[in-house]
């Protein structure tokens, strides 16, 4: 079945259909990663988004569930160069067509992916639509196209009640914002007992539970759209407890105490973005899922600096609280599949909360 990719710009990529049939519009990025496309999918940051793989051949080693980052995909569409429908991989239980079916999600293969990723790069994200009809009208479809904008993703992909992973060590408050399964994964890996809350829980909640440290997660969305839950944040970061904080919850933290955040042209997406450790000079390989990131220049140097930075554009990649238990990074260090460099944070975060319960 034919598909096309319709972009607010004009530009009109036809292809083949893949999965659902249904017309969806969406914001469309680009995810430079070459592994990892279920994890893509079932990545709540990418809640109102269509995702362009730049990698040419998608769904060689097929679909394993056990990698999924969530209960259910939320990418809005998919958009490959060539798709394999005859997956080789042991660990393999379906073919990424069934799996796009199965969730009905619209995609389009066949396309020119590199000319499009140029066009986002030089142009910016942008809204597009993927239809099956043929006869579309290009006046029409660039009203919607015009008139689409995300909405509160933050509460459509949070957890709806809190739930527990049991450990014997630290007790970590993680609020879910959209956060991918390796979050929690990691922690509980180290010994910790998890509680999950959702994103609109309060900091009094929180903070009765009588946590060890507070993880707060990754999300999809405009960070300056979610006002209640930085007046959360806010008492939080009031508290001397742990707070270590990924991506929206890095953004959300920087909010909180006075700094501004900004959309990027096109984002970071992708598995290979290196990241320069500010104190120790190291540089990490770094997988990164963002629209948006901190302004360094609206921090205030009495609340916190900038603690990593992006080696590609100097963009800011993490902050260090001054006089607070508290570091933030904009970058996945849980990601699965993908480097494993910046894994260690999490044991940072275990160093700290055994140092505060020991003061």
């Known amino acids: 079945m034919k598909a096309f990719l319709i972009l607010e710009d004009g530009h009109v990529f036809p292809g083949r259909s893949i999965g659902s049939a249904r017309e969806t519009v969406s914001e469309i990025v680009f995810n430079t990663s070459m592994t990892g496309y279920l994890e893509v999918l079932t990545d709540p940051s990418y809640s ?33 160069r060539e798709l394999s429908r005859m997956p080789s991989n042991f660990r393999s239980e379906d073919t990424i067509q069934n799996f796009l079916l199965k969730y009905e999600i619209p995609g389009i293969c066949g396309i020119d992916t590199r000319a499009l990723t140029r066009i986002l790069r030089e142009s910016g994200t942008m809204n597009g639509m ?20 995300t909405g509160d993703e933050v509460s459509q992909v949070t957890c709806k009640e809190k739930y527990v992973l049991p450990g014997d060590g630290y007790k970590v408050a993680l609020l879910d914002l959209g956060a991918k399964r390796n979050i929690a994964r990691s922690l509980h890996k180290r010994g910790c007992e998890v509680t999950v809350y959702p994103s609109f829980t309060s900091a009094e909640e929180l903070l009765a539970s009588h946590p060890d440290g507070i993880m707060l997660s990754n999300g999809p ?17 009031e508290t001397n407890l742990p707070i270590f904080a990924i991506c929206l919850g890095h953004q959300l933290m920087a909010l909180a105490t006075g700094a501004d955040t900004y959309r990027l042209k096109y984002g970071h997406r992708g598995g290979n973005h290196p990241v320069k450790d500010l104190n120790t000079g190291r540089v990490y390989i770094t997988s ?72």
Request: aromatic share 10%; net charge negative.
């Open 48 to 80: 109102g988004q269509a995702v362009a793989m730049t990698y040419p051949l998608i769904g060689n080693y097929g679909i394993c569930l056990e990698d999924m980052e969530s209960e259910r995909p939320w990418a809005d569409g998919f958009i490959v």
């Open 221 to 237: 969305g405009d960070p300056k759209a979610c006002g209640n839950i930085i007046r959360e944040i806010r008492r939080l970061y």
């Open 130 to 149: 993927i239809t099956t009809d043929e006869n579309y009208q290009m006046e029409e479809v660039q009203k919607k196209l015009a008139a689409y904008a």
């Open 288 to 359: 990164q899922n963002h629209g948006y990131a901190v302004d360094p220049d609206s921090l205030d140097p009495k609340v916190a600096v900038p603690a990593f930075q992006n080696v590609n554009d100097g963009t800011n990649e993490g902050l260090s609280y001054i006089g607070k238990n508290i570091f933030t990074v904009q970058f996945h260090p849980e990601a699965c599949p993908g480097p494993q460099d910046s894994g260690s944070l999490f044991d940072r975060f275990l160093k700290m909360m055994e140092v505060n319960k020991d003061a």
